[in-house]
């Protein structure tokens, strides 16, 4: 059997935007994910579907997996011809075990390769408005593990790092940071220096504790300050307070549930996270081809009969056009017809395929979709393509208005069972927002969550049919001034 490959890839330090894109693109080929506990599940979900995932993750006094052992995976992966990464917090090489992982890999003769990952002590400080180094303050820095193999810190050469005058950065400090703190004092530290302390950087609950070395293991207390985290020490971090950026984005510490479909990638929630809002992927449906295809295959058959097509939703576009192609047919098939789109989504997604909309009405709930079609005058008849949940109201409220309509099931909503009930439910007691871009989020919010009373629930919705939607269910429902994703995050920076 041909051996595989193992490939030790740097996650950074949470946010998936700092990823790179060569660890990416070797993530997406892999067929075995061995991760670390600090690898952040926006990452993990950037693995394949199908991809065998193996948790060998460590908490400070508890590991699950000895590093022995997590070698022995990667050999014996490898060794069955497997596509092996190894997904490590931070950078493979800075204090990540990294060197001790390939010397079996070495010796058994299987390929491997290391791409490098932005190291927490950077990017924690980074994003808490500290430079590492500053011609006014510091031309050095230190990387020093605040948790060495036999558990004690008197090795390390406080004395060295003293006189060296740079910035101190320790990892893996939460635990002994009384020991670190007493050694630089005694090495000679000014006990007025700065410091800081970064939690959980570059994530959405990243918290800073600023003080003076002489402060900081009673302030620690105070804070509860827990790993992961970064401790730094050095005259530059007496910029953090003026550099911050990151906690003033206009969604930091807001909590969002985001009620969504099983999808690879989901703007809003990436939109949200970008503004700093700490969000809960509430993925509760799943958008499937419907299980009868032939009422679709006669629309596509005898488009020559129709006049207009609508499309309701992203999901219509991508379905529609799936059974087009596997009729070998493409767009010319749709040139003599007026295409109509229910929201920016499914007019951004058509452009995809080359084709640019006719008209798209202003409300996006089905009666006024009806009568802004009306007001078109559209001789002949019109197609709706729609998920088959919503047959009945949209064919209602065009047949209301003298329409000459045929709707068409293009794609069906499945509803999933939620695990993670205990993430949920504490995001529920801390005041999250839950937001909604279609009444199917509602819905699939409402039957799979563990929720009777859904008063309390602040919901933020895009368009009037989803707003109509939450307060049919009672939820304490606000609507976004325009139905679009910028226009829904803006109501969300508005709320306390």
């Keep these: 059997m041909k051996k595989g490959k193992v490939t030790l890839i740097g996650a950074g330090p949470g946010d998936k935007g700092l990823l790179t894109m060569k660890g990416y693109e070797a993530l997406k080929q892999s067929d075995v994910v061995v991760y670390d506990r600090l690898v952040s599940k926006d990452i993990l979900d950037l693995s394949p579907e199908n991809a065998e995932m193996i948790n060998v993750g460590k908490v400070m006094n508890h590991h699950n997996i000895p590093q022995p052992e997590i070698n022995k995976i990667l050999l014996e992966k490898a060794l069955f011809g497997k596509n092996v990464v190894r997904l490590k917090g931070g950078d493979p090489f800075v204090f990540g075990r990294g060197g001790e992982e390939l010397e ?41 593990t605040g948790h060495a193999k036999d558990g004690l810190v008197e090795n390390i050469n406080f004395k060295s790092l003293v006189d060296g005058g740079g910035t101190i950065i320790f990892y893996m400090g939460v635990s002994t940071i009384k020991q670190l703190v007493k050694g630089l004092l005694e090495a000679g530290m000014e006990k ?13 609950n990243q ?13 620690a207390e105070e804070f509860k300050l ?22 003033k984005n206009k969604l930091f510490g807001k909590k969002v549930i985001v009620s969504r479909a099983k999808v690879s990638n989901n703007k809003l929630t990436d939109k949200l996270k970008y503004y700093g809002a700490d969000v809960l992927d509430f993925v509760n449906m799943e958008i499937k081809p419907v299980d009868d295809k032939s009422h679709l295959s006669y629309l596509i058959d005898n488009l020559k009969d129709y006049a207009s097509l609508v499309f309701s939703s992203k999901n219509s576009v991508i379905n529609f056009f799936n059974e087009l192609y596997s009729k070998n047919k493409d767009s010319r098939a749709l040139s003599h017809l007026k295409i109509i789109v229910i929201g920016k989504s499914s007019s951004d997604e058509l452009l995809k ?41 949209i064919y209602k409220a065009f047949i209301d208005n003298n329409i000459d309509v045929e709707l068409f099931e293009c794609y069906k909503i499945e509803y999933l069972p939620y695990e993670n009930t205990a993430l949920f439910n504490d995001y529920i007691e801390k005041n999250a927002v839950a937001a909604f871009t279609s009444g199917a989020a509602v819905h699939g919010f409402v039957t799979t969550c563990n929720i009777k009373d859904f008063s309390k629930i602040r919901a933020v919705c895009i368009g009037k049919a989803t707003y109509k939607k939450a307060q049919n269910y009672n939820f304490n429902a606000y609507m976004a001034e325009k139905p679009t ?12």
């Design 226 to 247: 827990k790993s992961p985290a970064v401790i730094a020490f050095g005259r530059v971090c007496s910029l953090g307070n003026k550099f911050d950026y990151f906690t």
């Design 353 to 393: 395929y080359g084709i640019i909309k006719d008209f798209m009405p202003k409300e996006f709930d089905n009666v006024s979709l009806a009568k802004a079609y009306k007001e078109l005058n559209i001789q002949g008849k019109v197609a709706v393509l729609e998920a088959e949940n919503d047959i009945a109201s």
């Design 104 to 144: 079996l890999l070495l010796k058994n003769n299987i390929e491997y390769e290391v791409i490098p990952g932005i190291t927490s002590a950077v990017s924690a400080l980074a994003y808490a408005g500290i430079p590492v180094t500053h011609r006014d303050y510091a031309s050095s820095i230190h990387f020093v």
């Design 192 to 204: 007025d220096m700065p410091c800081v302390a970064v939690e959980n950087g570059t994530r959405a």
């Design 207 to 219: 918290r800073s504790l600023f003080s003076d070395i002489s402060n900081i293991c009673e302030k």
């Design 485 to 496: 994703i910028d226009s829904l995050i803006e109501k969300i920076s508005e709320m306390e």
